[in-house]
């Protein structure tokens, strides 16, 4: 099968951008305040809305009197859902991802019946002014009967009590299992030992600096809505908003994703409140806007991981991994986020094999409602939580066969001849050298060295630990094909527009988001470089459903190798037009032509050349084009890979541990990671340095609480505590450079890796660190109190 060349990019290397660590273009408007983000648009007679949020967990609605804020000055009109259920549109949030028995019970923009979850949205005030809507959400007086409720995902299934949704007397949204269980049992039997760990992996909030917003401007003239708002994937939300929630077609809606401050996940899904938005404007026939308030945002954005797992592992006395058996009970949530179901099914269990060659690995999920705000992909979603689970369970498995966790690990890693390597958990990683990595990182501590010393400080009382962490990923969410098998309701593709105007100079158009990754710098980079142009040359537009037709966004770490292979090969096209036109100005044929510096230069002939920003030229005024070529110089392209990118690596944290206390030092941090072929090494490294802080925000810090009545306790900054730069140690980034052999720049993903490797290295270290006192495994977040307590022979 022609696969296209991977490795090196194709273009000359002229522009000398593919690859160079230059800097941001983006950066200096974002920080200067000239960026626009959805709250900075004001529209003409734009009104504010604000929603009325349940305050029970779980409940009846009684009633909702909503007669004394559509009273109050400044208010416009009060909705509850009852109105827009009479309103006749379809008003369903669809989830976007179907499962094997999947139980999918109604979710509505505004709940009508019972609420089931603290922050369920159940009126929306429009008023002239923020503070008026805000106002007078304390006039709406609504008359609940609470029900008993759940927030943990095993009690949910196990204990007896009223179902989040009589469809699912159990609870169970689904019960999903991958690999092969009788394979799984027979290695276990046969294994000289088998170590196993019970662990939890805590509910985490997003926390993107900018709260979630919208914007609505419905059209009566022409029954179209623009709707701006803060989303990782415009076209994704044109599709969900579209059939199943407002019941207008594609055409009619488009949506504008402006400067977006962050997502990590939070942006990715279509929530009840951008469509109670949009609805509004349909309602009213005059601008809305919506605005989350930070707190709103600690209540609403989707959580992350919640997961309840039990995992095994089986070895023979040399090391040798037999196998792996995990069975996990995932929180989803009160309602099916879009990708909730896919998350904690495929995304977990398909990394259950790590870097290492396992023979049988079987896992079942139990997906369960609970009455908590719903669980979805948070950076790193499912593979995280898979990576965090194998890696411990080598932790573990060394500890019981005496085996030092380094030489365990090395013992069973996937080979470099072996790729493209087939997982007994079903992906097919596409290359890796994970030992050379993985030696690099050691190497960066001096490993043995510094167990030596780790020895000697533990006669002094000093307990320092070492963790490692490696890890492999499946990123770039696609293909279309694979994808709508496992059950995705939409494609995996991505798509681009690369357009020459008659000066000479390029857009890109990306369905893609960016939320910070860097886009406009690293997309600029790879079309310069195919075209042979500078980055100046080139201009990047994303997040307009209007102006870029299709896409599918950003998540999954899928840009760089889904976005930026579509650009790549766009751009290839376009330059392909360009030396015919070249071949027939210079009366050649276009095997003569050679392309250097943007220049199509007749072989043994240098000084006969045309430079691609003339023929761009030439391409517009259409008067000596070869015969029967259109004018105009653009591609519109499609590109569908052929699998998922695996990127990988090591990563090591040297932690000190005060019993006294159980403080926490991290003394050193390095990661070495492989993306393949790095566009932007500066940007790729401000990836790894935020990816490690969130990573070790979850091992040491982050988690949300629910309090015995159902109530988030973690819904302020103050509450909620996520890293600050102090607590953080100066990162060492490393890379090796495995090109990915499906994609056509060589790249893979990187935006997810660090948070993946972090949260298990660091979890790894204060175990390690532990070891005297007999602690085999913590559950995160490691607070000083857990750890102290470890020590004290309390777990
Ligand atoms: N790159 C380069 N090279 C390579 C790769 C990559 O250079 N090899 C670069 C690119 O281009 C960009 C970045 O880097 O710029 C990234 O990329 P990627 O990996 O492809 O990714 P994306 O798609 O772009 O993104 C996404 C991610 C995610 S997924 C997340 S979470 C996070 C990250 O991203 N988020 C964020 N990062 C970040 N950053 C920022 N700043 N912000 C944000 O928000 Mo999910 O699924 O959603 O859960």
Redesign the pocket.
């Known amino acids: 099968e022609a696969t296209e060349s991977a490795t090196e990019p194709d273009g000359d290397g002229s522009g000398g951008t593919f690859g160079s660590a230059i800097k941001r273009g983006e950066d200096v408007p974002l920080l200067t305040g000239d960026g626009e983000y959805t709250d900075d648009i004001s529209l003409r007679g734009m009104t504010h809305l604000a929603i009325c949020r349940s305050d029970h967990a779980h409940a009846r609605i009684e009633s909702i009197d909503t007669s004394d804020a559509a009273a109050m000055d400044g208010v416009i009109a009060v909705y509850t859902g009852e109105d827009v259920v009479e309103s006749g549109v379809p008003n369903t949030i669809p989830t976007a991802w179907d499962l094997p028995g999947l139980v999918q019970p109604q979710y509505r923009m505004l709940a009508t019946d019972k609420v089931r979850y603290e922050g369920t949205g159940i009126a929306a005030v429009i008023a002239e002014t923020p503070h008026a809507a805000h106002d007078a959400l304390e006039r709406i007086t609504v008359e609940y009967e609470p029900l008993e409720h759940v927030t943990d995902p095993v009690e949910a299934v196990e204990r007896d009590v009223p179902p989040v949704h009589d469809e699912a007397a159990d609870n169970v949204a689904f019960d999903f299992e991958l690999g092969e269980v009788d394979a799984t049992d027979e290695a276990f039997a046969d294994a000289d030992r088998v170590a196993s760990v019970d662990l939890r992996q805590p509910r985490i909030i997003p926390n993107?600096m900018e709260p979630r917003a919208a914007l609505a401007d419905w059209e009566n003239a022409t029954g179209k809505l623009r709707l701006w708002m803060t989303s990782?994937n415009p076209h994704l939300h044109r599709m969900l908003l579209s059939a199943g929630t407002l019941g207008l077609p594609e055409n009619k809606i488009q949506v504008i994703a402006p400067e977006v401050g962050?997502?990590?996940?939070s942006k990715?899904y279509h929530y009840p409140d951008e469509a109670v938005t949009a609805w509004c404007s349909m309602q009213l026939g005059r601008p809305v806007k919506w605005q989350a308030t930070r707190s709103e945002s600690y209540l609403t954005d989707c959580h992350g991981r919640d997961h309840v797992t039990t995992g095994e592992i089986a070895l023979d006395d040399d090391g040798t991994i037999r196998g792996v058996r995990v069975e996990t009970h995932a929180g989803l949530g009160a309602q099916l986020s879009q990708f909730g179901t896919a998350t904690p099914s495929y995304l977990y269990t398909t990394v259950l094999s790590g870097q290492y060659t396992i023979p049988a690995i079987h896992c079942r999920v139990i997906g369960a409602f609970t009455n908590t705000t719903p669980v979805d992909?948070?950076?790193g979603?499912g593979r995280a939580e898979g990576i965090y689970v194998i890696e411990r369970l080598v932790d573990v498995g060394a500890r019981e066969l005496g085996i030092d966790p380094a030489e365990l690990r090395r013992r069973n890693l996937v080979p470099p001849d072996e790729f493209p390597y087939e997982s007994a958990a079903a992906l097919v990683y596409d290359s890796g050298e994970y030992e050379r990595a993985m030696d690099l990182a050691l190497d960066h501590i001096d490993y043995d060295e510094l167990r030596e010393r780790q020895r000697e400080l533990r006669d002094e009382d000093r307990y320092i630990g070492i963790g490692i962490g490696n890890f492999v990923e499946s990123?770039g969410l696609s293909p279309s094909g694979l994808a709508g098998d496992l059950g995705a309701q939409a494609g995996g593709w991505e798509s681009s527009i690369v357009r020459f105007d008659s000066t000479g100079s390029v857009t890109v158009l990306a369905g893609?988001a960016d939320?910070?990754?860097?886009?406009r710098t690293?997309y600029a980079q790879i079309a310069a470089e195919e075209l042979g142009l500078s980055v100046d040359d080139v201009d990047v537009v994303e997040g307009d459903t209007d102006r870029i037709p299709q896409g599918m966004g950003?998540?999954?770490?899928?840009?760089?190798?889904v976005g930026?292979g579509s650009i790549a090969r766009g751009a290839r096209e376009v330059r392909e037009k360009a030396r015919r036109i070249a071949a027939h100005q210079l009366e050649t044929s276009v095997d003569d032509l050679e392309f250097e510096d943007g220049e199509f230069r007749v072989t043994g002939a240098p000084d006969r050349s045309l430079h691609i920003q003339t023929i761009a030229h030439e391409a517009y005024l259409g008067h000596d084009l070869p015969e029967g070529m259109d004018p105009g110089l653009e591609e519109t392209n499609f590109y569908d890979p052929e699998n998922f990118t695996y990127p990988f690596g090591t990563h090591v944290a040297v932690v000190e541990v005060d019993p006294e206390t159980g403080e926490i030092e991290i003394e050193r941090y390095i990661a070495v990671d492989d993306?393949?072929?790095?566009?932007?090494p500066m940007?790729?490294e401000g990836?790894v340095h935020?990816g490690i802080a969130q990573g070790i925000g979850a091992a040491l810090y982050e988690g949300a609480v629910y309090d015995d009545n159902g109530h988030l306790q973690t819904r302020r900054m103050d509450e909620y505590a996520v890293p600050h730069s102090t607590q953080l140690p100066e990162f060492k980034t490393d890379n090796t450079v495995t090109p990915s052999p499906h994609n056509p720049i060589g790249?893979?993903?990187?935006?997810?890796s660090a948070t993946i490797a972090a949260t298990p290295t660091m979890v790894s270290a204060v175990v390690d660190a532990l070891e005297p006192f007999g602690v085999d495994h913590l559950d995160m977040p490691l607070t000083p109190e857990s750890v102290w307590r470890a020590t004290e022979g309390d777990q």
């Open positions: 993107a990782q962050g997502g990590f996940g990715i992909a948070y950076r979603a990123a893609t939320q910070g990754q860097g886009h690293t950003t998540y999954g770490s899928r840009s760089a190798s930026g993306c393949g072929e790095i566009i932007n940007i790729v990836q935020g790249v893979k993903g990187v935006g997810e």
